[in-house]
């Protein structure tokens, strides 16, 4: 490994020892400073540059095909954190249609809604209605399914989906999966998947090529970052031991509204920010929730994920972009299994 990579590593390496949570090969990048970063994983190693820098400097080719990951627009929400939770959804989808190249899809990685009312999911629908996007895909979080076990969220977007809306599908070589881990969750918050989901995501897994690079997303992290606070799944494990064989695997997750990365083995792991508001970091605040940060400040913890993947070397370039300095808008949506 070079001298210069191993360094950048080490500075980003977090010493969270006196809170009781191992966190070896634990990546925190800039999260309350708002820096939008492009991680580029390759072979396990990440390497960074500014979002800016990229777009600028990739033009219209930036790969084989792009897509977005955004989380938490918890429309509905209308508290001091931030009262316009629906303006900075519309912000970062002006900014997803200020990209250089538009990307193939969209991802939500849950919590679309506040309290999962049907008019939080129609002014949702209205918004992303303005993406560049063809195709939105979805997992529920947690506060989709407060009113009624997840019934809407699976009525509006998860048409083709299996059990409490998980489903997979392939794009140019790669195979997604979406997995729900809200659907009955343990003691404390901590996420869980259940046995039959897991039977099913090994029998969708098993018979192809270890060579296929995978991509797992789901709403709560899949790997334990704070316990006290349920941020983790408490049978991840189980799921993560069938995606050992394959050469290359991202995972990607909100709940947390802030920027963590993980790299572990051939695994990479990345929780995005929230389009609506942040929370504190792990073990900072005597609980996770809404953090109020000055009006002026909200836009540079709320973000987006743009992923660039690159056949060649079968990495994934993550960028988290702030959504101040945000681009204007344009049109278009889509639909598909777990989407529309």
């Not at 390759?42 to 033009?59: C, Y």
């Not at 994920?305 to 204007?328: F, K």
Request: hydrophobic share 35%; net charge neutral.
């Amino acid at each position: 490994m070079p001298e210069k990579k191993q360094d950048l590593i080490d500075q980003k390496l977090q010493d969270l020892n006196n809170d009781g949570v191992d966190r070896r090969g634990f990546l925190k990048c800039m999260a309350w400073a708002g820096t939008g970063l492009v991680w580029t994983m390759s072979g396990g190693i990440p390497s960074s540059q500014a979002f800016a820098k990229t777009a600028h400097r990739s033009g219209g080719n930036r790969g084989d095909f792009t897509f977005v990951q955004i989380s938490d627009s918890h429309i509905g929400f209308n508290k001091p954190a931030n009262p316009d939770v629906t303006a900075t959804l519309q912000t970062a989808i002006n900014k997803i249609n200020a990209m250089p190249q538009k990307p193939d899809f969209i991802i939500h990685t849950g919590d679309l809604s506040q309290l999962s009312k049907p008019s939080e999911f129609d002014t949702l629908d209205q918004v992303l209605k303005g993406a560049s996007a063809k195709q939105v895909y979805f997992v529920p979080g947690e506060h989709d399914m407060l009113s009624d076990n997840g019934e809407q969220f699976l009525q509006r977007y998860g048409k083709g989906t299996k059990g409490s809306g998980w489903y997979s599908f392939d794009q140019k070589g790669v195979h997604f999966v979406g997995l729900v881990n809200v659907a009955n969750l343990k003691a404390g918050g901590m996420g869980s998947l259940g046995h039959e989901q897991l039977e099913w995501l090994e029998d969708d897994l098993k018979g192809r090529s270890a060579s296929t690079p995978i991509v797992l997303f789901a709403h709560i992290p899949l790997w334990t970052i704070y316990p006290d606070w349920g941020w983790g799944t408490d049978d991840s494990e189980q799921a993560l031991s069938y995606v050992k064989r394959f050469g290359s695997v991202t995972v990607l997750n909100g709940h947390i509204h802030q920027i963590m990365q993980k790299v572990e083995g051939k695994v990479s792991f990345h929780t995005a920010m929230s389009t609506a508001f942040p929370q504190p970091a792990p073990g900072t605040a005597p609980s996770a929730g809404p953090m109020k940060v000055p009006a002026d400040q909200l836009q540079r913890v709320l973000g987006i994920t743009d992923v660039n993947y690159l056949v060649s070397g079968r990495s994934l370039a993550i960028v988290d972009s702030p959504l101040a300095d945000s681009g204007s808008s344009a049109s278009g949506s889509g639909s598909g299994p777990g989407g529309r």
